[in-house]
């Protein structure tokens, strides 16, 4: 089985940084696109960046330059910098994982979730 732990969400202010987390474990072989989900109050959830293995990234329109999406393949962990942090960026943020782990199985996996909550 595989697990999905993401850490690092809060509160702060317009203009300000979070730095989230998300820490794959099980009996993991391989993870290939990683990604980084939201969902605000009222709305369907969206994507807001993905990485995949060798490091190809790719943003939501409304966070490039703002967002960095990296990863740590030795930690099986994905990380999303965040800054100058607007109030429209408060969501639910979840990470999602492509993994190949033992029994040959492969599939989409999801993190609980972690409240980003960004005003004055």
């Known amino acids: 089985q595989v697990q999905l732990v993401e850490s690092g969400g809060g509160l702060v202010q317009p203009g300000g940084s979070l730095r989230l987390s998300c820490a794959a474990s099980?009996?993991?072989?391989?993870?290939?696109?990683m990604g980084w989900h939201r969902q605000a109050p009222g709305k369907q959830r969206e994507l807001v960046a993905t990485?995949?293995?060798?490091?190809?990234?790719n943003y939501e329109d409304s966070v490039k330059g703002r967002f960095t999406i990296s990863r740590d393949n030795a930690k099986n962990t994905v990380y999303l910098q965040m800054n100058s942090l607007k109030p429209e960026d408060t969501a639910v943020y979840y990470c999602n994982a492509d993994v190949f782990w033992s029994g040959g199985y492969r599939g989409s996996y999801w993190g609980q979730g972690t409240q980003v909550t960004v005003s004055s």
């Open positions: 990485i995949t293995s060798l490091g190809s990234t």
């Open positions: 099980g009996t993991i072989l391989r993870i290939y696109t």
